[in-house]
């Protein structure tokens, strides 16, 4: 069928959410084509285009948006529906993106490294993986074991985070934020963004239920259990990126985490994460063999 490519209009939503079926994963519905929408302009820059067909109907979307933390690539995200794949719609909206940019940025793109179809998108457009997100599925009343098996540093206290104020929850996250994506995102990083994203982190971390490791007054790692829409995502490393005992740290914090939502009665959550961090990896390979993950693929196209 041949399509056409135009700007978004009130009225394409509803064809843009039969881009979603039933095998969409949620993370793509809720996150990556939740972006599809109007225009935008300013420090929100977003653009999206539609294919339709003669009829009328949504074949597929592109959006093209200026990363509101990292100001040196754009978010891609393509979506096509399941009858117009391998026609090569997919490249052609990319080439659209290209087109869309007003800057020669690249354009970072997440998948899951099982879905094959935007792999094979992403490699027909020479795209480059920069990075693989862990994304570990943990059952907490499962790890009970592994948690009491986990030893605390000498000369350090783990204990839960309520009682310490937002504004340091905010302030180590962005601190733990700052390195851990050193050298694998483009700079610059807007901090006002980054700002209001840590303060939101904040808002959403159950203090009760996360945790932190303390040297005197010194917050030197955390586990952070941060509602992500409905379910409890696990941020967890070392405040620093040069902390001694680092992995020993991260260890002893996700223990406490761990033990702290098994007793709340926390059926599942996701651990964030990322291959190249490097005191959690090191941690999560210590972790039972059978523990599910859906690993995401962080890439960049030029």
């Known amino acids: 069928m041949t399509v056409a490519v135009r700007p978004y209009r009130d009225g ?12 969409t994963p949620p993370f793509y519905a809720t996150v990556l084509h939740a972006l599809h929408g109007p225009d935008e302009d300013g420090h929100r820059w977003k653009r999206t ?37 391998r026609q090569g719609l997919g490249r052609a909206l990319v080439d659209e993106a290209r087109r869309m940019r007003p800057r020669p940025l690249p354009m ?21 993986v920069v990075q693989t997100a862990l994304n570990l599925r943990l059952v907490p ?40 994506h050193e050298g694998w995102t483009e700079p610059p990083i807007s901090m006002p963004a980054l700002g209001r994203y840590a ?20 917050l030197l790692a955390v586990a952070l259990a941060v509602d992500t829409g409905g379910e409890i995502t696990l941020v967890s490393e070392t405040v620093r990126r040069d902390e001694p005992d680092g992995a020993a740290l991260v260890a002893a ?23 190249s961090d490097p005191h959690l990896h090191p941690v999560t390979t210590t972790l039972p063999p059978d523990v599910p993950s859906a690993p995401v693929l962080v890439g960049r196209i030029d």
Do not use: K, N
Not at 16 to 22: G, K
Not at 108 to 128: I, K, P, S
């Open 141 to 180: 009343a499962e790890l009970r074991s592994w948690a009491d098996g986990r030893s605390v540093p000498a000369g350090t206290t783990v204990r839960s985070l309520a009682g310490v104020q937002l504004d340091e929850v905010a302030r180590a996250w962005t601190e733990m934020y700052l390195w851990i």
């Open 253 to 275: 914090v996700l223990a406490e985490g761990l033990r702290r939502l098994a007793d709340r009665g926390v059926c599942e959550v996701i651990l964030d994460g990322h291959l």
């Open 199 to 218: 303060e939101i982190t904040a808002r959403d971390t159950d203090r009760e239920l996360s945790a932190g490791a303390w040297v005197d007054s010194r």
């Open 12 to 23: 394409d939503r509803s064809g843009l959410l039969a881009l979603v079926d039933a095998s």
């Open 108 to 128: 970072a793109v997440r998948f899951y490294a099982e879905d094959t179809a935007t792999a094979a998108l992403f490699r027909a457009e020479h795209g480059q």
């Open 49 to 85: 285009r539609v294919a339709v067909g003669p009829d009328g109907s949504v074949a597929g979307a592109v959006t093209l948006a200026h990363h509101s933390v990292h100001r040196g690539q754009y978010a891609l995200v393509v979506g096509v529906r399941a009858e117009h794949r």
